[in-house]
């Protein structure tokens, strides 16, 4: 009861500095969740464009059926491949014969279509291997010719991709140190303005808990309301964002994760610059 009174107390003698407590983390956390957005997003990108990732290998010439069978099933056995799929020549040429009403077979010389392999690569072979690496490894199996990947583009967006997650990595940390800081500045700056009142506190034989605790019960709070708040706008944005961006909203936003980290974070940085804080002050205190 008595650290609720001093809880009240402070809110009241600094109410100013309070809002701005609670600025200072809804601004922190609402940065630190745009990263976290972004992070999501340019992973699930990502994943959508590794499953994207696949080639046609042609076989040589003159093979038969089922030499050409086999040599699928020992393009299918290769680590980098994830599922692959077996192009018959002679059901290309009556598809082709049927969609352009002409007999090919009728004309042509024998078939001159190739059997081909159409396969889609691992996420991890896709992500790691260059295509030079993909190509040595393919042209390993036997009786396989020319290998066509299509996948250039795919390749450069990727690295755009890798390159903006350093970003968003880099821009979290430093954004972490800024709240931080914000927290910090205000909290110094309440303690400041009753620091003579928590000398008063000490010299009259006052548990020090009274003085330490209410500041970080304080800064909890308003931290966790920030991210109360923060969680509510982003589910609502994302609701209305994803459909017609054409994303899962569970996809890019994970409310359990954000609500987790947020009082987390609050918590813990309350407690770490409310402490950090009074011992600035020399209002230093042993626990009791």
Known sequence: MLILKELLRSFKVARYQVVFTFLSYFIGLSLIFLS???????????????SRFSFVVF?????????????????????IVDQASFIDRDSVLKNLSAQAN??????????????????SLKK????????????????????????????????????NLSKVKITVYTLSVILFFITLYLVYATTLLILKNRADEFETMKLVGANITKIKLPFIILNSVLGIAATLLLTYLFSYLAVIISPSAGFNTE???????????????????SALISLYALRQLNIKFTLN
């Open 36 to 50: 976290y957005l972004t992070f999501r997003l340019s992973n699930h990108l990502e994943e959508e464009l590794l």
């Open 59 to 79: 076989l040589e010439d003159g093979l038969k059926k089922d030499e050409a069978v086999e040599v699928y099933n020992n393009i299918k056995k290769l680590e």
């Open 102 to 119: 002409e007999n090919f077979e009728a004309f042509l010389d024998g078939n001159p279509i190739p059997y081909s392999v159409s396969a």
């Open 124 to 159: 991890e072979a896709a992500g790691n291997y260059t295509k030079d690496d993909l190509n040595k490894v393919i042209s390993s199996v036997k009786n396989t010719g020319e290998i066509v990947f299509d996948q250039d583009m795919l390749r450069t967006i990727l690295l």
């Open 251 to 269: 996809t890019i936003l994970n409310t359990k994760e954000l609500l987790a980290g947020g009082i987390a974070y609050s918590i813990i940085t």
